[in-house]
């Protein structure tokens, strides 16, 4: 098999818990852990295994099955990092509009009853119990093989869960290995008791991980790049400027993780990619064994369609004409036809509008096909309907360009010299023209920022940081439901708590504005 795929077949340990339903944390079970484990001690790999899977895939049987009490294939965590960090932005826009997508996609009308909302909410609150059962039992346990290990691994997916509801709803409850199985609804936690509780996490874990565990497990570069996030929107989190702390990691991936630029940027987006050395941390996607509409299946075939476009160019066997980008992106390459930075090429213009006069016209604005189902090292013309290719949550071009800012807002021990030769390593790979050192401000690095990473989970984040998402500063196309951008109030830099939640939990406060 050309990957390890962490999948969990077979073995139903962890089913259906749905934090907005009720907030128990005890996740229902067929067998308990002790049972399992006492069967067969090494069946905690799958275990772990299952845990990275609720990032990707909607459920354990299939694409058509799912963990949660929502919508299998609209549900996925991985879809609903796209749908709330990249649709809500300038980038990329949807035109189905079904049932509340047309709100994130002009960022207009947000209320406490959209479904996108309440899916995102509600698999990070199914994978944090799964997390916290799995800890509850290595913190007892003596005899598992690699019980710290595992120990690490779980707490570092609890904290990824935890991070995308700090940046996304502010707040939740902090739901531990201390309270697992408590029958009252839990506190309200601040933004800043997750951030500290976060912190502190992967401050304990992060030394002691391994330096490489395998593809698609989190070693310690793995959670020295959540921490770097982390403390890079500590301003946005708990106003207090981080970027000292950000450095601190993001050079430990530089200069101990061996990780490297691959030489063609497409690598890390084709469906051999697991072959990338620029991949830090991937959520894993496979046709056959791990089949999701959630996973970058869900990016790949709602950039296609097969009026204009031959699917298997890109390996797919479905278009699903629902994605676009906008001249917000393209626009940064300048002219795209005579651009030599490779990156300009990867948007679908045949038959398609430059402006995107109606965000729900399939031919306004140029879909993007930065991702394909293709193998990049060995082409053929396999075509299936499910992708096959990782998503790569961290990269280091990503490490790169979060260096030079650092630098730019001036932390302490930045190299200015280091800075621009990695910006210009990320640029010229792509056979864009390196930049001088007075080039490099905080404005180029958010718009290459989007030339590099735009459609890889990151973007609203980014906007909220340099203080362009919301307000008059900053427009795009359909910003506030207005086809030339309109100004968005602030208290857009959270999503409101969903209804559900509110319901189940008299503990939770609606966010501001909502």
């Excluded at 109606?358 to 193998?375: A, C, H, L, Q, V």
């Amino acid at each position: 098999m050309k990957k390890i795929f962490l999948i969990l077949t077979g073995l139903m340990i962890l089913t259906i818990v749905s934090c907005t339903d009720d907030l128990d944390t005890e996740p229902k079970v067929e067998l308990t852990l002790e049972e399992i484990l006492a069967e067969d001690p090494n069946a905690i790999e799958g275990i772990v295994s299952r845990l990275y899977a609720s990032f990707a895939l909607s459920g354990p049987n299939g694409p058509g099955s799912s963990d949660i009490s929502d919508d299998a294939g609209e549900s996925p965590f991985l879809r609903g990092i796209i749908n709330l960090q990249d649709f809500t932005a300038d980038g990329m826009k949807n035109r189905w509009g079904d049932d509340g997508l047309d709100q994130l996609t002009t960022t207009s009308n947000w209320d406490a009853n959209n479904k996108f909302f309440r899916y995102l909410y509600n698999r990070a609150y199914y994978t944090i119990p799964q997390c916290n059962n799995l800890i509850s039992i290595l913190n007892s346990s003596t005899n598992i093989p690699d019980a710290n290990e595992a120990l690490s691994e779980a707490r570092f997916l609890r904290s990824l869960a935890y991070f995308y509801l700090i940046d996304t709803f502010g707040k939740g409850v902090l739901a531990t290995e201390e309270n697992l199985g408590q029958s009252d609804p839990l506190p309200e936690a601040s933004r800043e008791e997750l951030f500290y509780f976060v912190e502190s996490e992967l401050l304990e874990i992060q030394p002691i991980m391994s330096e490489n565990n395998g593809y698609g497990r989190a070693n310690k570069y793995v959670a020295a790049m959540l921490l770097a996030k982390l403390y890079m929107n500590a301003e946005v989190y708990i106003g207090e400027d981080k970027y000292d702390q950000a450095l601190t990691y993001l050079n430990q991936i530089l200069d101990e993780g061996g990780y490297s630029l691959t030489n063609n940027f497409l690598e890390n987006f084709s469906s051999d990619n697991n072959n990338s050395p620029e991949i830090i941390f991937p959520l894993i996607a496979d046709a056959v064994n791990s089949q999701s509409y959630g996973n970058t299946t869900y990016i790949i075939n709602g950039n296609l369609s097969s009026d204009t476009m031959t699917l298997s160019d890109f390996g797919a066997a479905e278009g699903w004409q629902g994605h676009r980008a906008t001249e917000a992106w393209y626009g940064l390459f300048g002219d795209l036809t005579t651009s030599l930075d490779e990156r300009a090429s990867l948007f679908w213009t045949n038959g398609h509008n430059y402006t995107m006069t109606d965000y729900k016209e399939w031919t306004d604005g140029y879909p993007s096909i930065k991702f394909r189902n293709t193998s990049f090292n060995n082409p053929d013309n396999v075509t299936t309907s499910f992708s096959s290719t990782d998503f790569p949550l961290y990269r280091l071009a990503d490490v790169n360009l979060m260096y030079a800012e650092c630098a730019v807002r001036g932390a302490a021990e930045a190299d200015m010299t280091k800075a621009l030769s990695l910006v210009n390593a990320v640029r010229t790979r792509s056979s864009a023209p390196a930049i001088s050192m007075s080039d490099l401000t905080l404005d180029f690095i958010i718009d290459e920022r989007a030339r590099e990473l735009n459609l890889e989970g990151h973007r609203r984040t980014d906007l909220i940081r340099f203080g362009r998402f919301t307000g008059s500063s900053y427009l795009w196309p359909w910003k506030g439901n207005v086809q030339n951008g309109a100004s968005i109030p602030d208290h857009y830099n959270l999503f409101p708590i969903p209804e559900q939640a509110l319901s189940a939990n008299p503990n939770l406060q609606q966010n501001p504005g909502y």
